[in-house]
């Protein structure tokens, strides 16, 4: 079974508002079994909405739309979907009885254009929505010569959405499915340190297409994550088929797997910091202040982290500074900047971002931001290229620096 995921709403289309109804549905699918293959975003349209349920169920055995089922004249999903049956809009009287009560609740008159969203394709089953005025549509639309499709329209509003979904749709698909139902399951790996062309290369004929299970890369804020798919009877059965594929990954990057759970950089170093009982002080100079911020978000106690500087780079204070503090290089500064604030803050580890290059030039190496990692038995330095694209300039740059830190840490 494949399923579409259809998003309906000019404010979408538009790019006025995100969608992320798609993204929650697509992973609630995926719990179940279910894997999605195509997700369509369509403008409030008739003859547009009408061509995506179509098209949805000739390619779909199982579609979800969000959006369209309010009372005005730009809500058109009762009538694509009506048009796509060949069927035509009957009221529904408990739907309206619903619809009145909660207006007399609010102590509002309900005003005529409400009556339309009791208004559903003949044949339609409804979706209780306990607390909103549009009900929803569970429908089966007929196909050719095989099982007609199976078409759920939800409201666009996340919470009326997400209590229908769990209260109504889940159990109504966990039927369909009946014992034959397997589930999905994502063991993600996330890795730092190479390229995205490169990490495939090192891996085995993992992100061969059809492979079972199957391994994707996803490419985010300088970090790649390995995504192993696995289907199976139950969650032992997926946990067995991909494994063997997780130890391959294991044995094929080493230490460039950062973490084998939705675990960020800056998490993973806390982590080990915490469990080795030692702490980390941080400084920065011109750059945003990205190692200060990611520490500061980690819940729980944080015994570990002494605390961090940011310094613009012509603001470092006079007593981190010696005579001919102008003169010095950047790594030399970079240096002397992660001894000081692991020293003054009396932590086991003073990591230091150094000055970046005021910019790239347009031929011949690139310039580098030094990094440079302070503990008792000495300082390490690290050249980073500067080079990327400059969006995700600073983000890699602080990764790199954490990432310096954990294989220390690593050993």
Known sequence: MVAEVVSIGDELTSGQRLDTNSQWLSQQLGDLGIRVVYHTTVADDLA?????FQQARDRADLIVSTGGLGPTADDLTRDAVAQTAGVDLVL??????????????RKRPMPPTNRLQAMLPRGARVIPNP?????????DLPRAHRAAARVFCLPGVPAEMREMWHGTVAPAIE?????????LRHFPIKCFGVGESDLEQMLPDLIRRGRDPQVGITASHAMLTLRITASGANAVECEALAGSTIEVIRQCLGSLVVSEADEELHEVVARMLRQSQQTLATVEVGTPGLLAHWLAGIPGPSSWWRGSLTFAPDSVPSEWRWADWSSA??????VALAERV????GSDFGLAIGPAPVAAPSAGPAPTIPLALAQRTGTSVHHLPFAGHPDIL???TAKHALNDLRLTLLG
């Open 48 to 52: 547009a909405n009408v061509g995506v």
């Open 92 to 105: 529904d009287e408990p739907s309206l009885a619903h619809i009145e009560g909660i207006f007399a609740h």
């Open 131 to 139: 607390h909103g005025t549009a009900p929803g549509i569970d429908m």
């Open 175 to 183: 039927g369909i499915l009946g014992s034959g139902r397997r589930m």
């Open 329 to 334: 290089s950047a790594e030399q500064q970079t």
């Open 342 to 345: 692991r020293g003054w803050l």
């Open 394 to 396: 600073a983000t890699r």
